[in-house]
């Protein structure tokens, strides 16, 4: 399988579910000021693979992110928080290719960072082989000896790596802060379905960008 197209939603009532859900609760956003000795601003896999129209698993409307993430990076930056980049990173024959084909090998144009949002000099970057940026990576050494107690999640996929990631770090004691401007997922339903359990489940705070502070 080569794109997202070979995971097309289909008719969710063949296994006996209706067609339309409707969330139990609310969602709601809030102003949210975070203290910028304590936090880190993660820009999960806002790759070329994924962001760049020739990429090879090209996320329909993704480009949208990267103004809301830049106006959230500059605000970090000016304040002083920790900046931490997620990379997916491949290598050749990777178990992965075979749910969503051959992305972010390593070292390849796809793999990187998109020009827009390229880190700047001291902000660290975290490769991973999966879609938890815990898994195998030395992201959680990272957060301990910097102090750090809460995150602020941008990036795609919503329901995929940033999901994964947030699950993650509640569990291990992360308090959670999610811009809803600055994720977004294939479809409606998968960007309702990840508001909801990271707001729900992982008690992240929902707001956007232009409500969010450092200080």
Known sequence: MDSWNS????E???????????????????EVSADPRKTAV????????????????????????????????????????????TQ?????????????????????WGAEIVEELKPKKGEFIVRKPSYDAFYGTPLEHILRYRGLESLVLTGVLANICVLHTAGSAAMR??????????????NDFDYAL???????IYKAKLTRSDLMRFG
Request: glycine share 8%; net charge negative; with cysteine.
């Open 7 to 10: 995971w097309r939603v289909g």
């Open 12 to 30: 969710i009532s063949e296994i006996g579910l209706p067609k339309m859900l409707e969330l139990p609760g609310e969602l709601r956003v809030v």
């Open 42 to 85: 993660m820009v999960i896999d806002m790759q070329n693979d994924f962001i760049e129209e020739k990429g090879k698993l090209y996320v329909p409307r993704s480009e949208n992110l990267i103004k809301p993430i830049k106006s959230i990076l500059d605000k970090a930056r000016e304040a002083g928080a920790t900046i931490i980049y």
């Open 88 to 108: 997916d990173w491949h290598h050749e024959n990777d178990p992965e290719f075979e749910v969503w084909g051959e992305h972010a090998l390593a070292g390849s």
């Open 173 to 186: 004691g992360y308090k959670l802060i999610v811009p809803i401007d600055c994720i977004l997922a294939l």
């Open 194 to 200: 990840s508001l909801r359990q990271l707001s729900f």
